[in-house]
Structures are given as C-alpha cells and as structure tokens.
Nanobody, 115 residues
Framework: QVQVVESGGGLVQPGGSLRLSCVHS????????MGWYRQAPGKQRESVAS???????NYADSMKGRCTISRGNAKNMMYLQMNSLNPEDTAVYYC?????????WGQGTQVTVSS
C-alpha cells in the first residue's frame, strides 16, 4: 500500500513562515512529479507547487515569490517552504505523487494563518 505522509502544518501569524514536508513509500522514477495542493473552507482544491524528479518546478501565481518547493537528498522527500503567509493561505495542504499517470495523495496537513 502506497503511503504519502505530510507534516509541518500548524498555526502561524500573518507574515510568518512555515515548512511542510512530504514523504512517500514508493520507488523513485525519472518522470515522477510531486507537489502540493490546498483546499480552503468552501473553496475548490487548488494547485500550489510541483517538482519533478529532475528538479523542474512550477508554482501557482498566488504563491510565486512566497514559496519554494524542493526535493530532499532522498528523492522520496519533498519540502514546501512558505514565507510571508497571510490569512488567505489558511487551508488544508495535500501532498501528492504522480507516477505513471496515477496520483497518490496524503491525508493533508492544516495550515492556519491567524493572529
């Protein structure tokens, strides 16, 4: 059974930073894509950022300049560094792995931006 596990969510004040982590249990393949989506209350799930095994990154316009996605030395690890957070960033953040056309999802981690 594939496991995708996120960690690092929590409560942060406006203007603060947070780093999310994600690890999956599958082998690594050259065309893998890992990334993050988020879903705020009452809103649709939206893409945040993604990264390929080779390191190519993609960011949502709302997060450009405020976050950095990266892979760990162990390529099944991924991180999302988020800065200058604001209350609109409050959401459940989901990690995913896309491998051979199949998406594997984590359970999500809550990020709350509030004073």
């Amino acid at each position: 059974q594939v496991q995708v596990v996120e960690s690092g969510g929590g409560l942060v004040q406006p203007g603060g930073s947070l780093r999310l982590s994600c690890v999956h249990s599958r082998n690594i393949f050259s065309k893998d894509v890992m990334g993050w989506y988020r879903q705020a209350p009452g809103k649709q799930r939206e893409s945040v950022a993604s990264i390929t095994t080779g390191g190519t990154t993609n960011y949502a316009d709302s997060m450009k300049g405020r976050c950095t996605i990266s892979r760990g030395n162990a390529k099944n690890m991924m991180y999302l560094q988020m800065n200058s957070l604001n209350p609109e960033d409050t959401a459940v953040y989901y990690c995913y792995l896309n491998q051979f056309g199949t998406d594997y999802w984590g359970q999500g981690t809550q990020v709350t931006v509030s004073s």
